[in-house]
């Protein structure tokens, strides 16, 4: 089946610096990217829709400048969380997808700000 | 707004027993519903993916059922296993679009 796979799978950092996640479709192209955030005890939150060669359309209530997302190629996305702060600790997950149909998820980013 | 709801939050069985989890969506207009598995600490498994035009979808021991006109789908797990532990989440697809339940948290004892 098709993998995606993302890198860190973990990251401690100290509050007010960036970090970068990436996001990868290792054996297909996807045209779609999706991020997603989870907090504990709570079911997943699309952050925003990627797709490649144009700007993220973030969801309601998530911050572009704070959350930028980049989708440079067809097996590549990433998430900058910039400026991070003790809230933005939390699971991220990308999924992509070959076509309309099923995502394929990655194994997910656990970030942690001190 | 498309909204999932997953009923039980939790649950509890001993090992053997089948068990029955429910998902309920608000607007009938899907594209597909799709069972994740996941572990703690850990990303999403697709368990089964039901397209709007099926009725069900199995895979070894895992069954899923959708009623699109009532909005509902529900996993049966069959003889459980200690192993089945995780939370487990369906999402309503629409379009590209995820919308996720809350998710049902299982213990299998043994």
């Known amino acids: 089946g098709a993998v995606v796979s993302q890198h860190p799978s973990w990251v401690i950092c100290k509050s007010g610096t960036s970090v970068k996640i990436e996001c990868r479709s290792l054996d297909f192209q996807a045209t779609t990217m999706f991020w997603y955030r989870q907090f504990p005890k709570q079911s997943l939150m699309l952050m925003a829709t990627s797709n490649e060669g144009s700007k993220a359309t973030y969801e309601q209530g998530v911050e572009k400048d704070k959350f930028l997302i980049n989708h440079a190629s067809l097996t590549l996305s990433t998430l900058t969380v910039t400026s991070a702060h003790p809230e933005d600790s939390s699971f991220y997950i990308c999924?992509?997808?070959?076509?309309?149909?099923?995502?394929?998820f990655g194994p997910g980013t656990r970030l942690t700000v001190l | 707004k498309q909204e999932v709801t997953q009923i039980p939050a939790a649950l509890s069985v001993p090992e053997g027993e089948n068990l029955v989890l429910n998902c309920s969506f608000t607007d009938s207009a899907i594209y597909n519903l799709q069972w994740f598995r996941q572990d703690p600490g850990k990303g999403l498994t697709s368990l089964l993916l039901i397209q709007s035009s099926q009725r069900e979808q199995t895979s070894g021991r895992l069954n899923a059922s959708l009623d699109k006109s009532s909005g509902r789908s529900t996993l049966y797990i069959a003889a459980s296993q200690p192993g089945d532990s995780a939370t487990y989440l369906c999402a309503a697809c629409t379009g590209n679009q995820f919308y996720f339940g809350t998710g049902t948290s299982l213990t299998v004892i043994p």
């Open positions: 999924s992509a997808t070959p076509e309309a149909d099923e995502q394929f």
